[in-house]
């Protein structure tokens, strides 16, 4: 029945209103299926980008801070981005010796996919702090921990969450790739939807993820118009 | 999975790992040729003219928010069955990697030219080249490194995602994983993964001795970056000082993937 309804959705457009009926009725029938993964989505991609996020912070500083050390870590951690992620998904257990359903090894690798891209965004971004404003930090007895934090980290605040947007969109649709595994998550009504040879599922999982990776996009984008008042207090003048 | 991988029986043959790995090296340089075909152009006119600028970062945006498997799975439900011939699975496949490859080549090639100093610009003009003359001669060859890198990026997404697209029949050494899962057979899987990983780095490891071949040693000199870098700083500074802001996410250098330029 299925199949017919995916054949018959491709001869025309009256035939995808009947289509469009059903998906209706399996998306209603299966809502509550639909909102654990989403809840599952959320909590498998929140987690590693903001771990990574706060695992980047020390190594981009380390990064920038000693000259010597930034060309390697740059290129090990850009290194690990080139590792193709259902690859990564089906290795770690190996490296970790957990089990292969073990969401762990999802949550570690987007951990490390967040790292790769992060460490190099945080090292650029405190090197972007002008270096008049550190020597004012100093002078007026901001020292190590409490200037990078109070100073340091809000300058480069922009750049840094500029990265971590593009981390957490990439996390979001990274982790569907982990239903060929059978972890619960958005992903799993891909997998569904073909083995019903069904749209509607696939096409709701589309959305949901898309939709997800605007929750966390927009969520970035208010914090750092909190973190940055000074910055859109003169981008309005510029751009008016 | 090291047993596996030794054992002489699956090197050879059909599903042998040779066949596999050709098949993924066809199916990942025939998506990314039509990936730069498309892409290289719409970038190098969008960064020369600076038309669509808007409407580029919107769908290189969207497009990255979307699940690859999603979108294969999709693909292959829509397209297959219209198609009769053997291309019936492979063709969606090859469709859905190229519209995941063009954005990191478009984008880039875009920031790339983008990138290029205005007085640069000014200079081929003020020798009397032609507009077509400054994008060819002074603007590529500016941009080249930003572009080889959006090319690498692209290249690695599409060996990542031929691996997923085993999952919707194309071939390739992600088969090792998807046929491993099917069987429980954790030995392939893991031995197909080390593979896709290995084959990965070392198309990585090529394409940066391609960049450092074709990029010309005026643009890639270490002296020259020392003082580009130099004068970005400065102008970064400058334009800091003029709107009297912290430095802007605009203005942050190495960006070379394409996932920053969309700023």
């Known amino acids: 029945m299925t199949a017919g309804i995916a054949a018959a959705s491709l001869s025309g457009g009256a035939s995808l209103n009947a289509a469009g009926n059903v998906s209706l009725n399996w998306l209603g029938s299966n809502a509550g299926e639909i909102v654990s993964m989403f809840v599952h989505h959320i909590v498998l991609s929140g987690i590693p980008t903001l771990a990574g996020l706060i695992i980047a912070l020390p190594i981009g500083a380390f990064a920038n801070r000693y000259r010597w050390a930034y060309t390697p870590t740059i290129t090990i951690a850009g290194l690990f981005y080139t590792l193709p992620s259902l690859a990564v998904f089906v290795l770690l257990p190996l490296v970790l010796g957990t089990k292969i359903l073990d969401p762990l090894n999802v949550i570690i690798a987007l951990i490390i996919y967040t790292l790769a891209l992060l460490v190099r965004v945080v090292a650029d971004g405190l090197a972007s702090v002008p270096e008049e404003t550190v020597q004012a930090a100093e002078a007026m007895g901001y020292r190590s921990v409490r200037r990078f934090l109070t100073v340091d980290l809000p300058i480069a605040a922009p750049v840094i969450l500029a990265g971590l947007r593009v981390a957490s969109v990439a996390n979001v649709s990274i982790l569907s790739v982990a239903a060929l595994l059978g972890i619960p998550q958005l992903g799993q009504l891909f997998t569904e939807g073909f083995q019903l040879d069904f749209y509607a599922p696939i096409i709701a999982g589309i959305v949901l993820t898309v939709f997800l990776a605007f929750v966390f996009d927009g969520i970035i984008v208010v914090a750092e118009r909190l973190m940055t008042p000074w910055k859109r207090a003169r981008t309005e003048e510029v751009t008016a | ?263």
């Open chain 2, 1 to 263: 999975m090291i047993a596996w991988l030794f054992d002489p029986s699956h090197w050879t043959g059909q599903t042998g790992i040779w066949i596999r790995v050709v098949e993924h090296l066809a199916y990942s340089g025939i998506t990314l040729a039509f990936a730069m075909a498309i892409g290289l152009p719409l970038g190098l006119y969008i960064g020369h003219t600076g038309r669509g600028r808007v409407v580029m970062a919107g769908i290189a945006n969207a497009l990255r928010a979307l699940p690859t498997l999603g979108l294969l799975i999709l693909g292959v439900l829509i397209i297959s069955p219209v198609i009769t011939n053997d291309l019936a699975f492979t063709l969606p496949c090859i469709i859905v990697l190229v519209i995941l490859a063009i954005p990191p080549i478009m984008t880039n090639t875009f920031a790339g030219v983008a990138a290029v100093p205005e007085e640069i610009k000014q200079a081929g003009y003020g020798m009397g080249m032609t507009s077509r003359q400054v994008l060819w001669q002074v603007e590529l060859p500016n941009a080249l490194p930003l572009i080889v890198a959006g090319i690498r990026s692209s290249a690695l997404q599409v060996i990542a995602t031929a691996t997923v697209a085993a999952y919707v029949s194309l071939g390739g050494l992600g088969r090792y994983l998807i046929d491993g899962l099917a069987t429980q057979d954790y030995a392939q899987m893991a031995a197909g993964s080390l593979l896709v990983v290995i084959l990965a780095v070392l198309v990585e490891i090529a394409l940066v001795g391609v960049q450092t071949l074709i990029v010309s040693p005026g643009v890639s000199a270490r002296k020259l970056r020392l003082t580009n870098a130099r004068s970005a700083r400065a102008a970064q500074r400058a334009e800091s000082d003029e709107r009297g802001t912290g430095p802007s996410a605009a203005g942050t250098s190495g960006t070379t993937d394409q996932e920053m330029a969309h700023r």
